[in-house]
């Protein structure tokens, strides 16, 4: 099992920045990518941004030049750095962990508010 953990989110005034941090404890050998993944209101979740234990990563469109995400200490923690943001950036972020076997955990989610 493994269980990741969100921190970071607040509230930001648009252009602003914000760092999420997720780590993730459990059986974290098992780990091969994490990702962010953002739910705004009465909408689906969606993929922001994923990183692999070997650093490759993947962005949405609207998070590329403005997202950035890497591991952190070790490859159980993947942190969000996201600038300029915008109010359409607002919603709940969750932090995903993929491993061997394709099992997905999933984390309880940070909110992200932005206001003009």
């Known amino acids: 099992q493994l269980q990741p953990v969100e921190s970071g989110g607040g509230l930001v005034q648009a252009g602003g920045s914000l760092r999420l941090s997720c780590t993730a404890s459990?059986?974290?050998?098992?780990?091969?990518?994490m990702g962010w993944y953002l739910q705004a209101p009465a909408k689906q979740r969606e993929m922001v941004a994923t990183i692999t234990t070997l650093g490759s990563t993947n962005y949405a469109d609207f998070a590329k030049g403005r997202f950035t995400i890497s591991n952190g200490n070790g490859k159980n923690t993947a942190n969000l750095q996201m600038n300029s943001l915008k109010p359409e950036d607002t919603a709940v972020y969750y932090c995903?962990?993929?491993?061997?076997?394709?099992?997905?955990?999933w984390g309880r989610g940070t909110q992200v508010t932005v206001y003009s």
């Open positions: 459990g059986s974290i050998f098992r780990i091969t990518v």
């Open positions: 995903k962990v993929n491993t061997w076997g394709n099992q997905d955990f």
